[in-house]
């Protein structure tokens, strides 16, 4: 659930060039620099970019690749809820959610040895954990806590209103103030939300809808704060400081969690938990900060209103659900909410 490599939209330097260059001729230092994927790993893990300059849109390229990367990052998101119910057919939820953030560690922390990565600069570790509490735990522990009572297709809606609030989060955090067109369309998306999921419920809420609520909140807090970080550090470090930040709380929890919840490991159970921690908990996210970081908090996040939808997709796939009928009148009307947040100008 990054423009990851070099989060800085490719018209950061074009802005800047002077007007008078003549046609076809690029300064020396322009020139100088290696195409986009020309760089080798170590490279790209190690620079850090630069933030566009305040004010300016993102080129066309740099856009439609930041948006593409963002969509990939919804995709594997959409596919945590069903992970998560395949994981507690063996494990508990304290023990889902503490592995999958030690096994995602353990992946990103093998990345930084290998290519050498620097520590952050201090300014960067408050950012970074908020990410950590708001990704990393908060989200993943109060989502897995409502899965037990709630079906994939339920919660998947009912989060569906993230897109809305992390938006939210972003113009107090950023002090961005996107367009009365956007807002008008991202309500309209967040509203056919809400209907759907009020059909589906009866109306009445659940101690599952609660956590559900509260994993919204903190979310969003944490998704904010990693898109701004992304400007500055490349995606899958943020997420992989994260990660890290996150160990001395997730290590004795794992631990605690195997004793209280001895496990019974199914086919099931062992592939939820690896894409939870590969997939969902650190790939997913590389590429969902570095869509942030060219296209905006908010236009990414509006991204997400077709997640709950795919999520639907998946529980039907892989859980064997039913699909509720007004799935499709609702994946239609959240589609062209998504068009028009991608459109309009922040």
């Not at 023990?95 to 050498?116: D, K, P, Q």
């Not at 300014?123 to 989502?143: I, M, N, S």
Request: net charge positive; aromatic share 6%.
């Amino acid at each position: 659930m990054r423009d990851h490599d070099s989060a800085t939209p490719g018209c950061a330097i074009a802005v800047n060039a002077p007007a008078t260059v003549p046609a076809g001729a690029r300064p020396a230092a322009e020139a100088a620099r290696p195409a986009a994927g020309a760089a080798g790993p170590t490279a790209i893990a190690t620079a850090t970019p630069r933030p566009a300059p305040a004010g300016h849109a993102p080129a066309p390229r740099a856009a439609a690749r930041g948006t593409l990367l963002a969509a990939l990052g919804v995709a594997s998101f959409s596919l945590t809820f069903p992970a998560t119910a395949w994981a507690l057919e063996g494990m508990g939820a304290w023990t889902v959610v503490t592995l999958r953030s030690v096994l995602a560690a353990a992946v990103a922390g093998i990345c930084m040895l290998v290519l050498r990565v620097r520590l952050p600069e201090r300014r960067h570790w408050a950012g970074l954990a908020v990410v950590a509490a708001g990704v990393v735990l908060g989200f993943p522990l109060l989502t897995t806590l409502a899965l037990e009572t709630s079906t994939t297709s339920h919660a998947a809606v009912v989060v569906g209103l993230l897109p809305l609030t992390t938006a939210a989060f972003s113009a107090v955090r950023t002090g961005a103030r996107p367009s009365r067109t956007f807002w008008t369309a991202a309500l309209a998306g967040a509203a056919v939300v809400i209907g759907f999921a009020v059909q589906q419920s009866g109306g009445a809420l659940s101690a599952g809808d609660l956590y559900l609520f509260a994993a919204l909140l903190v979310c969003a807090a944490g998704y904010t704060e990693g898109g701004r970080l992304a400007r500055h550090l490349p995606g899958w470090q943020v997420i992989g400081w994260a990660l890290l930040l996150a160990l001395p709380v997730t290590v004795p929890g794992a631990a605690l969690a195997l004793v209280a919840e001895p496990p019974h490991l199914t086919a099931h159970a062992v592939a939820g938990l690896l894409w939870l921690a590969l997939g969902s908990q650190f790939l997913g996210l590389v590429v969902w900060y570095r869509g942030m970081a060219a296209i905006g908090v908010s236009k990414a996040s509006q991204l997400q209103l077709a997640q709950p939808l795919l999520t639907l997709v998946w529980s039907v796939l892989l859980l064997g659900e039913q699909l509720p009928l007004a799935a499709p009148v609702a994946a239609v009307a959240v589609l062209v909410c998504i068009v028009v947040t991608q459109r309009s100008a922040s």
